[in-house]
């Protein structure tokens, strides 16, 4: 086994040698503390304030609405709980396949006393902005609808949700770690007040991320301990990783437009090679509305793992859309939501395509999964 | 070993005319495992197998069907997990249902083929 395929970009990616080479000196030569006044720490500093002045310009916000964390998972709690926090009760809604750094803090609000509408999508992986204007109440204080799902790839009609909750004057925050700086995601225009994204999810380091808050939205701090972010998000920021997270915008900047038509090419290829050549097998999310190198299809009769690991034999790193921990394995609650069946959704596989994808990747992932699949058919009994 | 038993599974497939068959499922996670037995004297001759589930279970399946061969079905109706994990090499612990869903099926397949079995010298000479 000598060829190595990566297609699972959408859980990381690897960091561009571009921004290693911009974070490197902020390991030995600019270490300071950027909360420091000496000139160590104005050189730290210097390096956080040109990656913020970077994230804002990519975004065509101002630099002052954006916050450094160290992650998606904590941007989504910030945005979430400090809406929260500022209101102290009402009514919040959310879609049933955000990430569950989105659900599991919805969830730990109602058992503080919130409401929470979780609203459905449709076969595509869609909610319906439709449904987010139904379930507005009186006293709802948040809605929060990712951009795209990483699982399914379906990019949701957040502009569309934007309008709806600007008119009624109602923080919208958009859980952005799947899109930005993979496709097109301007604040203003989509009426995001709030917006998470991060930086290992397009060639950045782990261990840093970003939300964007609209100048004038209420909300408070949940972490405290210091001064850093302008009071709304304490602890010495990660200097290296947010230059690094800099680096990786303005990168994007450069080369996410013809990424994406060529992912989306390549996308289409593997979907189309294996269609062909396997039966019984579905696309899963919208057809088009979707991200570019985002394919997540169901096997029939064939479990999630299995497929994983025989890929991961060939060299192939690819995600399960089901999986088995401690002898128990739940289907994807994404694909469950958008009606797939449990046998359906029991042989899901997901590949996330990146800028190191090749045409001639694709050709050998197909060319293993159909002798793969097949095998795994052949093996399996037929169910009484 | 249990990546070969999973990269190249060994007695895969149905088998015609067998004498016993055993199957067991783990519902927690749909995992299937089937057994075919050929019988000879009270031993096992030839063993088969079809599997649905993780890699794990079906590495499991395979080694499970070489652990059976020239055993009497005596001895297989009280096949442990045990061995059956140690015949694949050992199990991640969140895999350990693959050697109790596979020791599970087999030892249906030994009761089964027992249960058949004529009590005569030359039985199961027909599938010769």
């Known amino acids: ?384 | 070993m249990l990546i070969e038993h999973f990269r190249n599974p060994r007695n895969a497939g149905m088998m015609r005319d067998p004498d016993g068959v055993g199957e067991s499922e783990y519902a927690a996670c749909m995992d299937l495992a089937r057994f075919y037995l050929r019988v000879r004297e009270g031993c096992v001759v030839e063993a088969r197998f079809q599997s649905y589930g993780c890699g794990p279970t079906i590495a499991a399946s395979s080694a499970a069907t070489e652990l059976a061969a020239n055993r009497p079905l005596e001895e297989l109706i009280a096949l442990t997990e045990r061995s059956v994990e140690d015949a694949v090499g050992g199990l991640p612990g969140e895999r350990r249902h693959a050697a109790l869903v596979v020791a599970e099926a087999m030892r249906a397949a030994a009761r089964d083929a027992l249960e058949r079995a004529p009590r005569g010298p030359n039985h199961g000479d027909q599938h010769v």
């Open chain 1, 1 to 384: 086994m000598n060829r190595r395929v990566y297609l699972d970009h959408n859980a990381s990616t690897p960091v561009h040698p571009e921004v290693v080479q911009a974070m490197l000196p902020y390991f030995e030569e600019h270490f300071g503390n950027p909360s420091s006044v000496h000139a160590f720490g104005r050189e730290a500093r210097e390096g956080v304030e040109t990656a913020r002045e970077q994230v804002a310009s990519f975004l065509g916000v101002g630099k002052d609405e954006v916050i450094f964390t160290s992650g998606g998972t904590e941007s989504d709690n910030f945005a979430i709980k400090g809406i929260a926090a500022a209101r102290k009760r009402g009514h919040v809604i959310t879609s049933q396949i955000e990430h569950h750094a989105v659900l599991r803090t919805c969830q730990s609000l109602e058992e503080s006393g919130f409401d929470v509408t979780y609203l459905p999508v449709d076969g595509d992986g869609m909610v319906d902005p439709d449904d987010v204007r139904r379930a507005l109440r009186a006293d709802t204080i948040l809605v929060s609808i990712m951009h795209a799902n990483s699982e399914a790839g379906t990019i949701q009609p957040v502009a569309d949700v934007g309008r709806i909750t600007r008119e009624r004057g109602i923080a919208f925050h958009v859980d952005g770690v799947q899109t930005f700086g993979k496709i097109a995601i301007d604040p203003g225009v989509f009426g995001i007040d709030l917006l998470s994204f991060s930086a290992h999810k397009i060639y950045g380091p782990k261990g840093v991320a970003g939300l964007y808050v609209r100048k004038g939205t209420k909300m408070v701090a949940v972490q405290h301990g210091g001064e850093h972010e302008r009071r709304r998000r304490a602890g010495t920021e990660n200097v290296p990783g947010i230059v690094g997270f800099g680096k990786a915008v303005e990168v994007r900047a450069r080369d996410m437009a013809e990424e994406a038509g060529r992912l989306t090419g390549l996308r289409d290829r593997l979907w189309e090679g294996i269609e062909a050549r396997v039966p019984d097998v579905r696309l899963n999310g919208h057809p088009t509305e979707r991200l570019p190198g985002t394919c997540n299809m169901c096997f029939r009769g064939v479990e999630s793992e299995s497929i994983v690991l025989g890929l991961d034999l060939k060299g192939i790193g690819v995600s399960a859309g089901s999986a088995c921990t401690s002898g128990n394995v739940e289907p994807s609650y994404v694909l469950v939501a958008m009606g797939i069946p449990v046998e359906w959704a029991m042989g899901a596989v997901r590949c996330s395509l990146g800028r190191g994808t090749s045409a001639a990747d694709i050709d050998y992932v197909v060319d293993c999964v159909e002798p793969l699949v097949r095998k795994l058919r052949d093996l399996s009994p037929a169910r009484a």
